[in-house]
């Protein structure tokens, strides 16, 4: 067996986004996991990053400043590409997600408003906006607001919540393209993982020229192992990552949800394999 000090999770979330944990009980959990190395790659935010270095070095886990980033690309509105790797002070990255978490508030409080305009038509009450911007911690997302219209009775299921009033009244996300992401990252000193892959496709017709277009771009790696995926997905990413010369990594992206991923695992049980952190520290260095 490898020792264990080359246990590494390169894929998790804090409070500062959508995880529940702070970045000190996240490291301190990571511990007890035994544990050796964490990214921390919360969503289009590097907030939590100081004090996961504080947490890191009292309970001797190292901390891989990362982040998890929205990118949009052709009909795909939502991909993950996790940056690893890259100096957190670096002013391009900061400046650049500050504007994406900027228009992320701005796009709850203008989903909110034709919100309104659409019940104020229905002859209905609008919606409370002080107290539904007060629900969300940071910024007003749908499930927000769909939560708000079935407390208001104004639609029985989160669905129909949808169909009526988010899908009508969606602002678009403004998220960065694949090529501002990579340029970002790699300008801060970093290195760029697609996340996740098998949640944008598992058909082999449309992820390898995906993978190669990403990989012509700048992409350097495919996070091979996650939680949603298959074994049949885990070979076809581990497939893809030898044609195209990617590295191979993995992450629990865990979010501090009791039913959610565990801490240093893709499945119950099953451990991210050792090989990730050592082959990403490669691969960063050859990048360079
Ligand atoms: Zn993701
Ligand atoms: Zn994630």
């Not at 020792?3 to 970045?23: C, F, I, K, Q, V």
Request: hydrophobic share 40%; glycine share 8%.
């Amino acid at each position: 067996m490898a020792p264990w000090r080359l246990r590494a999770d390169l894929h998790t979330h804090t409070s500062y986004s959508d995880g529940l944990d702070t970045p000190a009980v996240l490291v301190a959990k990571a511990a007890q996991q035994g544990l050796h190395c964490i990214a921390v790659t919360d969503h289009d935010i590097l907030t939590a990053l100081p004090e996961a270095y504080e947490a890191g070095a009292d309970c001797g886990v190292e901390i891989i400043a990362g982040v998890e980033l929205t990118v949009q690309y052709g009909a795909y509105d939502d991909i993950h590409v996790l940056g690893y790797g890259f100096d957190p002070a670096a002013l391009p990255l900061q400046t650049r997600l500050a504007a994406v978490q900027e228009h992320r508030v701005q796009r709850g409080i203008e989903m909110l408003a034709r919100i309104n305009t659409l019940l104020q038509q229905e002859g209905k009450a609008p919606l409370d906006t002080q107290r539904v911007l007060d629900s969300a911690r940071g910024a007003l997302t749908r499930p927000h607001l769909a939560k708000a219209l079935i407390a208001r009775g104004y639609a029985p299921t989160t669905q129909q919540a949808f169909d009526h009033f988010l899908i009508p009244c969606n602002v678009p996300k403004a998220a960065l393209s694949p090529e501002e992401a990579f340029t970002l990252v790699g300008q801060a000193g970093g290195v760029c993982v697609l996340a996740h892959p098998g949640t944008l496709s598992t058909d082999p017709e449309t992820m390898h020229p995906f993978v190669a277009t990403f990989k012509a771009m700048g992409l350097i790696g495919l996070e091979v192992y996650h939680h949603r995926h298959y074994p049949d997905a885990i070979a076809l990413f581990q497939d893809c990552a030898t044609r195209y010369d990617l590295v191979a990594t993995g992450g629990s992206d865990y979010h501090g949800r009791p039913e959610g991923a565990v801490l240093g695992q893709i499945a119950p049980g099953y451990a991210i394999p050792e090989s990730v952190l050592p082959d990403l520290q490669r691969a960063q260095a050859k990048g360079r």
